[in-house]
């Protein structure tokens, strides 16, 4: 796993890669939730294009970055989730929340 982090003004971009694995998952966890404290983005997109694998764990690391980030007033994007991971995505309901921006679209919040 080799994530990496880079920051556009106020914006906050973390490419994850590899296997999105309980264990993997944590040490994510921790590497985002320490920049955002640091940081305070605005806006934190969490960029899955080099991810090969994912499971419930990856839903649990959007799901506490989503909580985290709306903590300090910011806004949680979800980007280049690669097909094989759409499904998983889709079923745990993550468009509802507005999180998710595919091919230049942004799903927007149900409420």
Known sequence: MKDRVSFNGNEMSYVLSGEL???SARLARENIDSLIQQKKPSVLRLDFSEVSFMDSSGIGLIMGR??????????????????ELERIMTLSGLKVLGVIEQKGEVYENAE
Request: aromatic residues 10%; without cysteine.
């Open 21 to 23: 694995d309980h264990h």
């Open 66 to 83: 989503y909580r985290m980030i709306h903590l300090y007033g910011g806004d949680l994007k979800v980007v280049n989730i690669p097909q």
